[in-house]
């Protein structure tokens, strides 16, 4: 193969910051730099809206077709149009505020959802020249956004004067502040061995291929696969998905904190759910799958955003597999396997990782060692408090459903 | 770069003030939410990009979830959410304590010399600040964090009262 092929910035690369300089390049330089802005705004706002849309769809789809349905297939060519119809629907429904309700808190939990919820897509490395915002602490602020999502929840429990609303938003609430701990705990991993909060300087970390095939890739080591796993159950549970969808059980809140929500207000929160989801697998992507690296070093010629996108789509696609397939916990259990479990694992993660940041400089010889080593913290720990956790518990009895 | 600084302390003062007169108090919590937002972009205006998150992931995100759950687990109903005002005595004392402390602190931020503004925004990369933290400041974070420690076990020696259930596992 020609030289051309592995080189870095090709054209194909470059595509996207040369069409934006296209557009912008004959401004004069304050005016420029607020038009890129906006650019960067407005295709975050365009290229996520239409991947919510028909990620939606494709949730809808994909669930019937494990549960052996065709799911939506009326609206256009086998219902690929069905998002807009929905989109359609929300918009010209009645918007009902209950009489007894706060006014300005029912408005304001949606509106303040979806705008936290946009707010952490702003500091995802997208590409090799595709950062919306480079922060310095960039890391910090992804979390700082999505941590006030949790606001949000309280505030659209509390302003329906419902008691299910509340009472949803309360289990909510002890739901996202839980699986916080663990989900900041699993990055804390990332950050110690990059050196740095910058998701582009957490990127970079992560190139280049041990053994000429592996790639840096922090989920190829002990501690990122175990950190990788606590971060996806965390954000799990961070974006309501099932089945830590607890605070929308319908059998027993009604809708949870949306009950007294409808029409275009409700589609609001359920495209914040999406963009909390997309932002948190776009972290999870940045933070141990390599971000928008390449796997293979032939492969380099496909352009980075491509590379992120499929990893996006992989792991999305993980979430509405496990939606189809897992029943949901109850909230005694959710909290305990937040509390016992996923944070005791998080912290001795700390230790692993701390433990191979210092023998980094090992002989090769001693390599097979410290893996070993590394993999024995993850896993001894893993299955001791694991039986710890169930010890004592009787074999489940299937009293109706065959074993 | 003024007229920020202004619209910012109205908010942070505007809110404060607010919180403090509405006898709603799960609207006086989500006001005071907004002031430490508030507070999070004056740190942002002042170039303390790593303090200003710091300060919107602790307070908005930590600091007001426990406040929102310590006022709705000691309501007993909606109607308790509102709160008869106090006394007249208790709020000239109020006043002359807030005063009192106003004043000493407008005295020492008066009296110290600060060093003059130097040309653009400092800033201070997370590399920096962490050295700092671990280098020369280490024993006033040590303290914190015993602080903090110790504050945690007593919250939970205190919540660990019940009996332990043994049902259910994940």
């Known amino acids: 193969m020609s030289a051309g092929v592995f080189e870095m910035d090709s054209w194909l690369e470059r595509l996207p910051i040369t069409a934006r300089d296209l557009l912008t390049g004959y401004l004069p330089d304050p005016w420029r730099w607020i038009a890129q802005s906006v650019i960067a705004i407005v295709v975050i706002l365009g290229v996520f809206g239409t991947l919510f849309a028909f990620l939606t769809l494709a949730e809808r789809k994909i669930l019937g077709r494990i549960q052996n349905r065709p799911g939506p ?12 119809a929905d989109a359609i629907k929300m918009l010209t429904k009645e918007d009902i505020v209950p009489r007894t309700a706060d006014p300005v808190l029912h408005y304001l939990a949606p509106v303040a959802l979806v705008s936290f919820s946009l707010l952490s897509l702003a500091v995802i490395p997208y590409g090799r020249h595709l950062v919306p915002l480079d922060l310095d602490s960039g890391v910090l602020y992804f979390f700082a956004a999505s941590a006030s ?16 609303a509340l009472l949803a938003a309360m289990r909510a609430l002890a739901q996202l502040i839980s699986y916080e701990l663990p989900l900041l705990l699993s990055v804390v991993p990332v950050v110690m061995i990059a050196g740095t909060l910058s ?10 291929w041990r053994i000429g095939i592996i790639p840096h890739w922090n989920i190829v080591t002990p501690w990122g696969f175990a950190g990788f796993a606590i971060f996806m159950v965390a954000a799990l549970a961070e974006a309501n998905r099932s089945p830590f969808d607890l605070p929308e059980a319908e059998s027993e809140l009604i809708a949870g904190h949306l009950t007294e929500y409808s029409g275009f207000k409700y589609a609001l929160f359920f495209m914040a759910e999406y963009f909390a989801m997309i932002a948190l697998s776009g972290m999870a992507v940045t933070l141990f799958l390599g971000g928008w690296q390449a796997p293979f070093e032939v492969l380099q010629f496909i352009p980075s955003y491509a590379w992120f996108a499929i990893k996006l789509l992989a792991l999305l696609l993980g979430f509405i597999w496990i939606r189809a397939t897992l029943p949901r916990l109850r909230i005694d259990q959710l909290m305990r396997l937040a509390w016992k479990f996923m944070v005791p694992l998080a912290l001795i993660n700390l230790v692993t990782v701390a433990f191979w940041h210092l023998s980094a400089g090992w002989a090769t010889g001693a390599q097979p060692l410290r893996w070993a080593l590394a993999l024995a913290l993850v896993a001894v720990p893993f299955v001791l408090i694991g039986r710890r956790l169930t010890s004592g518990l009787a074999p489940r009895i299937y009293r109706y459903a065959a074993p | 770069m003024n007229l920020t600084l202004l619209l910012l302390g109205l908010v942070i003062l505007a809110s404060s003030a607010m919180a403090l007169s509405l006898r709603n108090i799960v609207r006086s919590v989500l006001l005071l939410v907004l002031s430490w937002f508030g507070i999070a972009a004056f740190y942002l205006w002042a170039g303390a990009e790593f303090a200003a998150f710091a300060q919107a992931l602790v307070y908005g995100g930590a600091v007001s979830m426990v406040v929102l759950f310590a006022v709705l687990l000691t309501g007993r109903s909606h109607s308790d959410a509102e709160v008869p005002p106090p006394p007249k005595g208790r709020l000239v004392w109020a006043l ?60 939970v020696v205190i919540a660990a009262g019940t009996k332990d259930d043994k049902e259910g596992a994940p």
């Not at chain 2, 009296?111 to 020369?136: E, H, K, Q």
């Open chain 1, 73 to 84: 297939n009326r609206v256009g060519w086998a219902g690929i149009l069905q998002p807009f």
């Open chain 1, 149 to 164: 999502s949790e606001l949000s929840v309280f505030m659209a429990g509390w302003a329906g004067r419902n008691k299910y």
């Open chain 1, 199 to 208: 998701p582009s300087g957490i990127v970079a970390a992560q190139s280049g």
């Open chain 2, 96 to 155: 002359v304590a807030g005063g009192a402390a106003a004043g000493i602190i407008a005295a020492t931020a008066i009296r110290t010399p600060f060093a003059a503004a130097t040309n653009g925004v400092p800033s201070l990369p997370v590399r920096d600040l962490g050295l700092l933290l671990m280098g020369p400041q280490l024993a006033a974070l040590l303290v914190t964090g015993a602080l903090l420690t110790a504050a945690l076990l007593g919250a």
